[in-house]
């Protein structure tokens, strides 16, 4: 599938699908998941082929994953995909399926298949603002809870309570960030070499790509994301992501 994004760059696409999946209580990977009778894999997956954007993808596995290669095959792209295995943090994964992809490319977007049910538009929104001249580019969502910045308490007060609050923010300029997100290939390849002077500490904290390019100087840009996008981490996000689809297939139906 192709479509005028792609055909004015080559775009890459890694999936990072390396989570342990241990807070949702299945005992397997994150990503082997069933949703709605499809893998969490699978979907996410569909949901790259649907965006019509990628010339090649590149999917990050837990080490000698059988069944999550498997499955990969099973997706039968339109375009190359190439499996990896991901490596002790998120950001050794997402360096091990960067080396996997093609040297050509002109834009590389990483997405979490935690995030399954990530619209395609989303996808397009991303490349489109890189091919606008973008180097870095993220979706995003308001965030609607009042947040609070906190500090651990003094031993002595531990009985009251183990935080206090030391600021609220203002909600207005807060985004939750999603994936996938979006950079200039060059810009990403430069940010992953930089972690290789990361000690284990400092790469165990890097929790999205922007964080990376950000230490780098570079300008990260925001588009629209996407309330389809939930990541899903826990048997509760699981249960709204079946109630999300439970009501689009009514919605069809009617």
Do not use: W
């Amino acid at each position: 599938m192709s479509s005028p994004i792609s055909r004015n760059q080559r775009i890459g696409v890694i999936l990072v699908a390396g989570g342990s999946g241990q807070r949702l209580g299945y005992g397997i990977p994150k990503a082997q998941v069933l949703l709605s009778g499809v893998t969490l894999l699978t979907r996410a997956l569909q949901g790259v082929e649907a965006s019509g954007i990628a010339a090649a993808v590149s999917v990050a596995v837990p080490a000698g994953d059988t069944v999550m290669r498997a499955l990969c095959r099973e997706a039968k792209l339109t375009v190359p995909l190439t499996v990896v295995d991901g490596g002790a943090t998120r950001s050794a994964s997402v360096s091990a399926a960067l080396d996997a992809l093609p040297s050509d490319l002109d834009a590389i977007l990483v997405h979490d298949a935690a995030r399954a049910l990530t619209p395609p538009q989303v996808f397009r929104r991303v490349a489109e603002a890189l091919a606008a001249g973008a180097a870095a580019v993220i979706p995003a969502v308001p965030v609607t809870d009042t947040i609070k910045s906190t500090a651990t308490t003094a031993p002595e007060q531990s009985g009251i309570a183990s935080r206090t609050v030391t600021g609220t923010p203002d909600r207005a300029a807060l985004r939750a960030v999603q994936t996938p997100q979006g950079f200039e290939a060059e810009l990403l390849r430069r940010a992953h070499r930089a972690v290789q002077d990361f000690d284990a500490e400092q790469a165990a904290a890097v929790t999205d790509d922007a964080m990376l390019v950000e230490s780098l100087g570079a300008v990260v840009y925001v588009v629209e994301g996407s309330e389809r996008s939930l990541k899903i981490t826990t048997a509760l996000d699981l249960l709204l992501a079946e109630a999300v689809l439970a009501r689009e297939h009514h919605l069809q139906e009617d």
